[in-house]
Nanobody, 128 residues
């Protein structure tokens, strides 16, 4: 089981990016999938999460209204559409998945290390 993130890059403030988390070895509709990020010298921060069964979506307050998580069962991907990016969004963004996880705790970084499937991350840089 693996996930691979893609779509990171450099944008100016106000710009947009779409990150993609491509899963292999499991079905994204059967796993909870979340995105978290880590900026240099900062703690990991949960960004968004989508539940496996009902598809309920969760967002950190800092990204609500700007980020949208979505799932494509045909492509077996979970994407993160990001608009109006700001410098404090600069971070490496990671995708992770676990069948026994629940989105209600997605903002607790303690659990990230124990998630069953984790990617290598994709870098997002927002600067003038």
């Amino acid at each position: 089981e693996h996930v691979v993130e893609s779509g990171g890059g450099s944008v100016q403030p106000g710009g947009s990016l779409r990150l993609s988390c491509a899963a292999s070895g499991f079905n994204v509709e059967s796993y909870v999938v979340l995105w978290f990020r880590q900026a240099p010298e900062k703690e990991r921060e949960g960004v968004s999460c989508i539940n496996e069964k009902d598809g309920d979506r969760y967002y950190a307050e800092s990204v609500k209204g700007r980020f949208t998580i979505s799932r494509d069962s045909v492509k077996n991907t979970v994407d993160l559409q990001m608009i109006n990016l700001q410098p404090n969004d600069t971070a490496t963004y990671y995708c992770a998945a676990d069948p026994a996880y629940h989105c209600t705790i997605f903002e607790i970084p303690t659990f990230y290390g124990s998630l069953k499937v984790r990617g290598q991350g994709t870098l997002v840089t927002v600067s003038p």
